[in-house]
């Protein structure tokens, strides 16, 4: 049995649409199972001929509908609309993943302050798992809600209906490339990063030169290098990542696992810049002293607003990995 190459496209985009809709767990041994599968009853079908373009679309169609194929590999019970369940996976994966990494690093940097005991890791322990409940719960009860006021036909897809006929299928499938520039780039300012802050931190601050004399004025408060640290293990491990990046020069789930909990924390280092505060954080009364009142005041303001930008634009981020990493786009060296 020999296929054309329409044909091959054609079962390369059922494939492809049907990998989005398979449990993350055990994903590629199923597209193997199924693809090897379908060349078996293909060969069956066709032994010793030709599969063109109208006898795999007439194959496919017989098939059925790539998620409702999906689903007789998963086993999960829902509590409302199945076409919202896509969704609250989503939507609960972010939200959960987010909470846990803001509070333990919030609670790690606690501890480091008030000494660590026994009744206090504890109580660490008993806020996430409260914290973890009731994030859930609510996210239950939330889609639960939305899932029996909104009628079901919004939340159809025009892949699942008995309507459902091989030309729905997309012609391309979320392309996606490897940015080689923006991980080598990200590479160098993490390592004069690291250089910066451990080999030269007595430098950082602002220098002044007049009249063949120079001034140092030290800006960075003691708050904000207590988090120095927490900012090194995100370089390093950004390094690594990028690295493998420059190696792989394609995606892969682990890869896309990483790139993930990367962002949740930074994310959460972020929070904490916030929740400290630009007082804390900066030397005011040594800029104060220099009459920079006026500049202070600005950045004061300007502080907190660069702040939410940047976890609005994380949090931003953290939802586009995650719809990624559900969706498994195609993946395509530079």
Not at 13 to 39: A, C, M, T, W
Not at 44 to 53: H, I, L, M, N
Not at 90 to 101: A, E, G, K, Q
Not at 286 to 300: C, M, P, S, T, Y
Request: aromatic share 12%; glycine share 6%; with cysteine.
């Amino acid at each position: 049995m020999t296929m054309t190459a329409k044909a091959e496209a054609w079962l390369y985009r059922y494939e492809r649409v049907l990998s989005r809709h398979l449990p993350l767990k055990g994903r590629q041994d199923i597209q193997k199972e199924f693809h090897s599968n379908l060349l078996d009853e293909l060969e069956d079908r066709y032994e010793g001929g030709e599969v063109d373009e109208e006898l795999m679309k007439e194959y496919l169609q017989s098939l059925g509908a790539p998620r409702c194929k999906a689903a007789s590999y998963k086993s999960e019970p829902f509590l409302f609309n199945p076409g919202l369940y896509p969704f609250f996976k989503m939507v609960s994966s972010i939200v959960l993943l987010v909470l846990v990494l803001v509070l333990v690093v919030t609670n790690a940097i606690d501890l480091g302050m008030n000494g660590v005991s026994f009744m206090a890791v504890l109580k660490v322990f008993g806020e996430l798992f409260s914290a973890l409940t009731s994030a859930l719960g609510s996210l239950l009860i939330v889609f639960f809600i939305i899932g029996h006021c909104v009628p079901d036909e919004k939340w159809t897809d025009p892949l699942d209906e008995e309507s459902w006929t091989v030309d729905l299928l997309p012609e391309k499938e979320f392309p996606v490339q490897i940015k080689l520039a923006d991980h080598i780039v990200e590479i160098v300012m993490t390592l004069i990063a690291i250089v910066l802050f451990t080999f030269f931190r007595d430098i950082i601050g602002i220098h002044i030169f007049s009249d063949g004399t120079h001034r140092f004025i030290p800006v960075l408060a003691e708050a904000f290098w207590s988090l120095v640290p927490l900012m090194m293990i995100r370089w390093f491990l950004g390094l690594i990542f990028n690295g493998l990046m420059v190696w792989k020069r394609s995606w892969s789930l682990p890869l896309r696992l990483s790139d993930l909990l990367l962002r949740a924390y930074s994310l959460a280092v972020t929070i904490l810049l916030f929740k400290i505060g630009f007082a804390n954080l900066f030397l005011i009364d040594e800029l104060q002293a220099q009459g920079w009142d006026k500049i202070v005041g600005v950045f004061r303001v300007l502080f907190p607003i660069l702040m939410i930008l940047a976890i609005f634009g994380t949090v931003v981020e953290i939802i586009q990995k995650v719809v990624a990493l559900y969706q498994e786009p195609i993946e395509k060296k530079d």
